[in-house]
Every structure is written in C-alpha cells, then in structure tokens.
C-alpha cells in the first residue's frame, strides 16, 4: 500500500508540472494582446507662419491605445536638419510649454514631434509645414544721417539701420533745442526701411536741430531710441544783405571800405562785383569767398 501512494504523488507531480509549463507556453488567458502598432502623431502648432515670443505651448494629436512620450526637435533652417533638442521623452499629454527665450530669434524655425508608445513602437515624425519666427529681443537701431554738423535744406533723407529678425516701423522725431527734448513728431509710425524723406521747409532755420529715432518690431518690442550726436543745421531761407556804403552819390579815391548788412541764420560769404555802366551789368569782380561774419 505505501508503494501505491508514492506512485500516485508521483503522478499527481508530474501532470501539475505539466499544466505550469503549458501556461508558460501559451499564457493563463488573461494577458493582452502585444501592441506592435505605431502611433500616429499630427502636429498642430506651429504649423507654419507663426510669430512666437515668451511662453507657448507646443500641440499635437497622438491616435495610440498606449501613449507614451514624445521627443521634440527644433530646425533653424527651415526643416532641412533638426540639431536642437526641446525635450527628449516628454509625456505624450498632446501639448508642451516651451519658452522661446531659450533659443535665438529667427525666421527659418519649425517643429518636430515623433511619439513612442508604451509598448515601445514609434511613429513616424511629424513637422511644421511652413517655417515660423520667434522674436525675444528688441530692434537695435542706429542712425547714420543727421550725424551732427550738416547743414539741410530741401527735402532730405534721414538714415538708419535696424537689427531685429523682424523690424516693422520707427518713430522720427526732432529736437531744436540740442537734444534737450524732442517734441515734433516728425513721423509716427515709418516702415522701418532705413530711410526717410523730409521736407525740412517744415521747419524753421535753426542751428540746434537733432533727430532721435526709436524702432518697434512686429512682436511688438521698442527698442531704445537712436539720436544724432551733435547738432546739425535746416536752413532754407536765402540771405538778405543790405548795401550801406557806398549808396550813391559818393566820390571815391584810393582805399575805400564796402560795408553791408546781412540778415541770416547762417551767414557764410559774400562775392562782391563793380558795375561801369550804371548797374546793367556787373562784370568786374572785386572779390569773392569774402566772410560774411565781418
């Protein structure tokens, strides 16, 4: 009779080894089916067009039973290669904040976003369309005319340059008073092109004159306002010299002195010429270059 036991326990061993190593092989039925499908990920900001600055959230949509992460790369270079990256293994949540002040402004940026599942499946990558900008710093603008020293008359060009990825306009104004305070609005809202036609007949003559220009991009950034260095001069009346000897009538011999009156702002020189035939014409110079300042 023990004998009989043994064999019996013996048996009963056998057939539940048996049943683990069928389980092993072919699984208890309730494990699910392996995920060997990629997922499908469709970006949705930026697509293509979009002026960033600050803090923005990167979207996209993710179609997979089992999301995972998704490895998002920035190009500089409209999409031809991908070297920055945004975040390696972010959660697959469809929406990332990103602050752009990380990267440089450019014009040329897109997005890229390829998703991993859980079960370690990736899918193909899915880029911006179209390049966007990003836009984080001011325009730096610096004038090149009025330097300081010019004298204007006419209808001038006032120039500049601007730096900024996306420059859009600048404010002109003049200072008549050395740049103490620049109260006339010479041009409000100027595309910023780097140059400016005025018509300084607008102004009256004045040797005080100086011109500030302050840039504001598309992203709405003021830069800090670029002024001429020194004092340049408008004037566009001509002169007007009086005679006062000789006047007439006079009897002259040996040296005798010209003597004149001149009203203007900006008194330089004067050409002085003799007439034999009682002021028809006047073809003798006596001399010319002569300062008017005397």
């Known amino acids: ?6 064999s019996r326990h013996v048996v009963l061993l056998s057939l539940a080894t048996l049943f683990l190593l069928v389980l ?9 089916k392996k995920d060997k499908t990629p997922p499908v990920t469709t970006l949705s900001a930026p697509t293509g067009g979009e002026l960033w600055t600050g ?11 089992n999301p995972g992460t998704v490895e998002i790369l920035l190009s500089t270079d409209s999409g031809t290669s991908f070297p920055t990256v945004i975040d390696a293994a972010a959660p697959d949540t469809e929406s990332y904040a990103w602050d752009t002040t990380t990267v440089s402004d450019g014009t040329t940026l897109r997005i890229r976003v390829t998703s991993t599942d859980k079960a370690g499946n990736v899918g193909l990558p ?6 966007f900008t990003i836009d984080n710093n001011p325009p730096v603008t610096t004038l090149t005319s009025p330097a300081g020293g010019e004298y204007w008359s006419g209808t001038r060009d006032i ?19 050395s740049g103490a305070t620049f109260p006339t609005v010479l041009a ?22 100086r011109i500030r220009v302050t840039p504001t991009d598309l ?14 001069t408008v004037d566009n009346t001509a002169p007007m010299t009086a005679l006062l000897g000789p006047l007439g009538g006079e009897y002259w011999s040996g040296t005798q002195g010209i003597t004149w009156l001149t009203t203007e702002t900006n008194p330089d020189t004067v050409e002085i010429r003799l007439s034999t035939d009682s002021g028809a014409t006047f ?6 270059g002569v300062n008017d300042l005397l």
Not at 55 to 65: E, V
Not at 219 to 232: K, L
Not at 283 to 288: D, G, H, K, L, Q
């Open 1 to 6: 009779m023990v004998k009989s036991r043994q």
């Open 55 to 65: 803090s923005q959230t990167i979207t996209w949509a993710t179609t997979d039973k």
């Open 24 to 32: 092993a092989a072919c699984g208890d039925g309730s494990s699910k």
């Open 219 to 232: 992203a709405g950034h003021a830069g800090t306002p670029a002024e001429t260095a020194s004092d340049f």
């Open 188 to 209: 409000a809202a100027a595309p910023d092109t780097g140059t400016y036609p005025w018509d300084t007949t607008t102004q009256a003559d004045i040797g005080t004159c």
């Open 126 to 131: 899915d880029d911006s369309a179209s390049d």
């Open 159 to 177: 120039t500049w340059s601007t730096a900024d990825v996306t420059a859009d306009t600048v404010e002109i104004r003049l200072s008549t008073d």
């Open 283 to 288: 073809p003798a110079v006596i001399a010319t």
